[in-house]
């Protein structure tokens, strides 16, 4: 059974940095491209970043080009986001996600109904 575990969330201010991983366990990590997305109050999931299985190959939305960074470690089995220069608007829960098939390109992770999802981590940014 997959398991995804976010952490890193939290509430800081505008212009801060932070750190978002994803644990995931149940089958071989490093076979799979793997995504995160976000949801804010009100508002549609939205595609955040996505990485291929050997972390080759990063898409990031243009909100967030330049601030976050994706990345993996196939080693330990773990997805990062370390993301700079918050803004309010990037006040959402965060998800973690892994594709379900092996071929799955990175764009398209989280748009497969069998898709394995998180169950997500609050960013919060407020002064």
């Known amino acids: 059974q997959v398991n995804l575990a976010e952490s890193g969330g939290g509430l800081v201010q505008p212009g801060d940095s932070l750190r978002l991983s994803c644990a995931a366990s149940?089958?071989?990590?490093?076979?799979?491209?793997m995504a995160w997305f976000r949801q804010a109050p009100g508002k549609e999931r939205e595609f955040v970043a996505g990485i291929s299985w050997s972390g080759g190959s990063k898409y990031y939305a243009d909100s967030v080009k330049g601030r976050f960074t994706i990345s993996r470690d196939n080693n330990n089995n773990l997805m990062n986001l370390p993301m700079a220069k918050v803004q309010p608007e990037d006040t959402a829960v965060y998800y973690c996600v892994q594709a379900y098939g092996p071929t799955t390109p990175a764009l398209r992770v989280g748009v497969h109904p069998d898709d394995y999802w998180g169950q997500g981590t609050q960013v919060t940014v407020s002064s």
């Open positions: 149940g089958r071989t990590f490093r076979n799979y491209a």
